[in-house]
């Protein structure tokens, strides 16, 4: 059974630093494009970050460019998002998302999501 499965989330200070993970199971990890969304309370999930399925193309949201990076290990079946600088408005659910044919940029069409982990920032 295919399963994307977060981790890393926690409580941390505006400022801070976090590292997001998601293990792939059941799939070809290696074979499919992956990203990172987030949700706050009341606002629609939005786009965070994508890599492609090699690992060497990848895209930024605006307001995450400089501070996140985004990153697979195809060896491990896992994606990771590095996050610094993290600001409250960084607060959220981040998902990660695969997709076999195209990028991880929209929400809708992707075949795989995570559960979700919890990222919250104090000011």
């Known amino acids: 059974q295919e399963q994307l499965v977060e981790s890393g989330g926690g409580l941390v200070q505006a400022g801070g630093s976090l590292r997001l993970s998601c293990a792939a199971s059941?799939?070809?990890?290696?074979?499919?494009?992956m990203g990172w969304f987030r949700q706050a309370p009341g606002k629609k999930r939005e786009f965070v970050a994508a890599?492609?399925?090699?690992?060497?193309?990848?895209l930024y949201a605006n307001s995450v460019l400089g501070r996140f990076t985004i990153s697979r290990d195809n060896a491990k079946n896992t994606l990771y998002l590095q996050m610094n600088s993290l600001k409250f408005e960084d607060t959220a659910v981040y998902y990660c998302?695969?997709?076999?044919?195209?990028?991880?940029?929209?929400?809708?069409?992707?075949?795989?999501w995570g559960q979700g982990t919890q990222v919250t920032v104090s000011s």
């Open positions: 059941g799939l070809t990890f290696s074979t499919y494009n």
């Open positions: 890599i492609g399925w090699i690992g060497v193309n990848t």
């Open positions: 998302a695969a997709n076999r044919d195209r990028m991880v940029v929209a929400p809708d069409g992707n075949d795989y």
